[in-house]
């Protein structure tokens, strides 16, 4: 555990629990407690400061590095890039629409602290990856006059996701901008999808507002053009859409994918700005990390990029040879089967959750299906968390979520499991995860 954590736990079992209720006691804006309440773990994250910024660091090298993958390893040619990472050539056409050829440098990257330093579980690449609202928890716990004052007397602060990412959507709306000084924004989910996400993107939409930002929530199929070229979303022209789906969603609607097309349409006309485009598909795979530590590329890169990659990645191989599928079967308990372009930990395999039989099963599905990326096993260092209600300690693990923008390092959150509760921490697969905000320390 870190010194801190033992800290905080300490004077919880000392103290009248006020310190250890502080966030059951924390007053939230009414959309993230609707949204996010009952997910909210009993004490925040704490991370080292110069540590989580020199990590931040190095992701925007290996940023870098991935959207640089075609042009080393395929002489720039889109179509073999998305073939190596088990992209369908349908969906390589459609992340090739809009795009500019450089992505925006918006994602957050999925880390465990082993104890020694972050390593990097997957790079998630693009507007769709959530959780720009988190900091509002890290606002009302340090509002808690208990929590405050430790906060104050240990020197915490934390990054506002929110504000930075307020900051590049005002940036990055400015060409579109039509009605005043401020942009209207489109937060925009696939056909039916604010019906599953819709409490999440309210909470975004709320926190937003808190930074002056006017943003609208709506799907595809709502958004018309005027006949200027601009979006509208129930009558009101939108200058910035922020891309809440997923390319491959478009492939799966009833329109087909030239439902993006209007979207595509108004900001290659400069009508209303698309953020982020397409293009980030390519690059938030999975099976892209893959190719920055697979000895066949190697020689890509020089003796400071190995060295990045070396320090950041666990090994990680796309399961698409047989050698490949003999190497995972040799080592099952050192390895995670993951879909390269999946999520929330659906349709994942757990090496050593898995019996042999389970395992050898896992690798077929893996092979006929394409696309998925065997990776080692990183143990994550577990932290004590102080259960209020019972006065128990627990031992917890936590994937934090570190975002990082054209600017830089823009804030982590942290998605947390009981240590014992399975190797996935997602709240799409695992019903005991808890999210929760991310506070550093000097």
């Not at 800290?7 to 407690?33: K, M, N, S, Y």
């Not at 918006?106 to 959780?131: C, I, M, P, Q, W």
């Not at 999520?343 to 893996?366: K, P, Q």
Request: proline share 5%.
């Amino acid at each position: 555990m870190t010194e801190l954590s033992r800290i905080f736990v300490d004077e919880c079992l000392r103290g009248d629990g006020a310190l250890g209720g502080a966030v059951a006691r924390a007053d939230f804006p009414p959309a993230f407690e609707k949204a996010w309440r009952s997910h909210l773990l009993h004490r925040p994250w704490f991370v080292d400061a110069a540590e989580t910024e020199a990590f931040a660091r190095d992701l925007g090298g290996l940023f870098d590095l991935l959207v640089s993958l075609p042009r080393r390893l395929f002489d720039g040619d889109m179509e073999r890039y998305g073939a190596a990472i088990g992209i369908d050539p349908r969906l390589v056409s459609l992340l090739r629409r809009g795009g500019s050829g450089v992505p925006d440098r918006l994602g957050r990257a999925d880390t465990y602290h082993d104890g020694t330093s972050y390593k990097l579980l997957e790079f998630n690449l693009g507007s769709e990856v959530g959780g720009l609202e988190l900091a509002v928890f890290n606002e009302g716990l340090l509002a808690v006059p208990e929590f405050g004052g430790f906060a104050r007397k240990h020197g915490l602060g934390h990054v506002d996701i929110g504000a930075r990412m307020a900051a590049v959507l005002r940036e990055r709306a400015k060409p579109a901008l039509s009605g005043g000084a401020e942009p209207v924004v489109g937060l925009i989910e696939g056909r039916g999808g604010v019906a599953a996400y819709g409490r999440m993107m309210v909470a975004t939409q709320e926190a937003m507002a808190a930074h002056g930002l006017d943003v609208r929530v709506g799907e595809v199929g709502d958004v018309r053009t005027r006949a200027d070229g601009k979006l509208t979303l129930d009558g009101t022209p939108l200058d910035l859409v922020v891309r809440n789906f997923a390319a491959s969603q478009l492939l799966e609607d009833p329109a087909g994918p030239e439902v993006a097309e209007p979207f595509i349409r108004a900001h290659e006309a400069g009508r209303t700005a698309l953020f982020t485009t397409l293009e980030s598909g390519f690059y938030g795979n999975k099976s892209a990390l893959s190719l920055l530590n697979d000895p066949r590329w190697s020689g890509a890169f020089d003796d400071g990029e190995r060295a990045l990659v070396e320090r950041l990645l666990p090994w990680s191989r796309t399961v698409s040879t047989a050698d490949v599928v003999d190497l995972c079967r040799e080592r099952r308990e050192e390895l995670i089967l993951k879909p390269g372009a999946g999520y929330g930990g659906l349709d994942t395999f757990v090496g050593w959750e898995s019996t042999e039989a389970e395992w050898r099963a896992a690798l077929s599905v893996a092979v006929e299906h394409g696309g998925y990326v065997a990776q080692e096993r990183v143990v994550p260092r577990a932290e004590p968390v102080y259960d209020p209600a019972t006065g128990a300690v627990e031992e917890w693990i936590a994937v934090l979520g570190v975002f990082l923008t054209d600017h830089g390092y823009a804030g982590t959150h942290a998605r947390a499991n009981r240590a014992d509760g399975g190797a996935i921490v997602g709240l799409s697969s695992n019903p005991g995860t808890r999210m929760v905000g991310v506070f550093h320390h000097p």
